[in-house]
């Protein structure tokens, strides 16, 4: 009598090893930088008006001085660089808060630093008739800056928890918003020369306002890239991260720093715009699990993507006009990311 054998089990897949994860990774952010790359090609070459693509050549590389010259070197050029390193600055903001807070759903909002900046540029356009960039940027930080200590202080200085902070910040995030709406309700003039700023939108870049708060931005991403390693520890608690040997009060000094001069000259270049700095690093954990050494990399390029192709896509669908882009990341972001927390596994902080 014939015994059928038992079926062979299948064998589990192995575990990806550590130089394999690597290799993986290493090989996502090449492709980024691949995506990045032509995102902000199309940033150069699409806009309201269609121009062919060897103009756009010529304007880049030759530049003569005629009116399709001018709008590629003079506006799109400039446009497409602001929107390259602010997106970088809201995806290294949103990626620091989140580890800062420990709360996935943490963004520099949550702290109140946006509205902190917000209400200070509020303030300078009502009370001291400011009306370029160049004086927004310094209100921006200042505002910035004052509340992240408020937060900070309110927090419990020494004893903070990530619960205390964003309880203090949401606090003060209320206050700072009835504060920006009275003003706006009072001041006319103020409210007419705020409307396309407090929407978020890339429209009024120029090279002048890239080159006064790129350096700013330059320093809060290093320091920011630099905190990866304290953050890992961070993440697993105080207690364990006191074990580690992090030093949890510099550590949350350095990220609060951090996190200022990002969205002081974000929100001041080009207002507060949202869902950058909350959904990217969702998408990322999901590729690279909770590491930050490969989360911040990888938000400082994928940010910019965003940021960049929903600039892009405002000005297609809205022709001969366009959309300003925090109207687009706020519509196309709040679907994007439903839709991830329902359907995809996101990797836990």
């Known amino acids: 009598m014939l015994v059928d054998s038992p079926p062979e089990a299948t064998a589990a897949p192995a575990p990806a090893t550590p130089g394999r994860r690597h290799l993986l990774r290493s ?4 492709a980024s930088l691949a995506a990045l790359a032509v995102i902000a090609v199309l940033g150069i070459a699409v806009g309201a008006k269609q121009i062919p693509l060897d103009q756009v050549w010529h304007g880049v590389f030759h530049y003569s001085g005629t009116d399709t010259d001018v709008i590629i070197r003079d506006v799109r050029f400039p446009r497409t660089l602001l929107g390259l390193i602010i997106g970088a600055a809201l995806g290294l903001a949103g990626t620091v808060m989140q580890a800062l807070t420990r709360n996935p759903l943490a963004d520099p ?5 946006n509205a902190g900046a917000s209400a200070a540029v509020v303030s300078a356009i009502s009370f001291f008739g400011v009306t370029s960039l160049t004086g927004y940027v310094w209100f921006a930080f200042a505002g910035a800056a004052l ?3 408020v937060v900070y202080v309110l927090g419990g200085t020494r004893s903070a928890t990530p619960v205390r902070l964003a309880l203090a910040g949401t606090a003060l995030t209320a206050v700072l918003v009835g504060y920006i709406n009275a003003v706006n309700l009072m001041d006319t003039a ?3 020369k705020m ?3 407090t929407v978020g939108s890339l429209a009024s870049a120029t090279l002048p306002t890239v080159g006064q708060i790129a350096p700013f931005l330059a320093v809060g991403g290093v320091l920011a ?3 990866a390693r304290p953050l890992n520890a961070l993440a697993l608690g105080d207690d364990q991260a006191r074990a580690l040997g992090a030093r949890l009060t510099r550590t949350r000094v350095l990220a609060m720093l951090a996190v200022t001069l990002l969205c002081g000259g974000a929100t001041a270049a080009c207002g507060p715009i949202v869902y950058v700095g909350l959904m990217v690093p969702h998408v990322v954990r999901a590729v690279t699990g909770p590491d930050m050494r490969w989360i911040l990399p990888y938000s400082a390029v994928l ?3 965003l940021l960049l192709g929903a600039d892009v896509l405002g000005r297609v669908v809205a022709r001969p006009g366009e959309l300003q882009v925090g109207i687009v990341t706020a519509v196309v972001g709040g679907p994007v990311f439903i839709y991830l927390v329902r359907r995809r596994r996101m990797a836990q902080l």
Do not use: E, T, Y
């Open 27 to 30: 090989a996502g952010l090449v």
């Open 109 to 113: 909002g949550v702290l109140g630093i």
């Open 147 to 149: 509340v992240s200590v």
């Open 190 to 192: 103020a409210l007419d």
């Open 195 to 197: 409307r396309f700023w």
């Open 225 to 227: 890239l630099l905190l």
């Open 303 to 305: 940010s910019p993507v």
